[in-house]
């Protein structure tokens, strides 16, 4: 493998893993919690 394409492939999964790490952490920190109760009460279906 070349310079080149090692320095492309690094920087390619650097840019990925960032922006994974990202919305990883976002989704963590959110506030909004899911919960399987309220979410089939809900839903829109008529029971």
């Known amino acids: 493998m070349n310079t080149e394409a090692l320095i492309f492939m690094l920087v390619s999964e650097g840019i990925i893993a960032v922006i994974t790490i990202y919305f990883f952490i976002k989704v963590l920190r959110s506030k909004q919690k899911f919960n399987n109760d ?4 809900n ?3 008529v029971s």
Not at 38 to 41: K, L
Request: no cysteine; net charge negative; proline share 0%.
């Open 43 to 45: 839903d829109g279906t």
């Open 38 to 41: 309220t979410m089939s009460e």
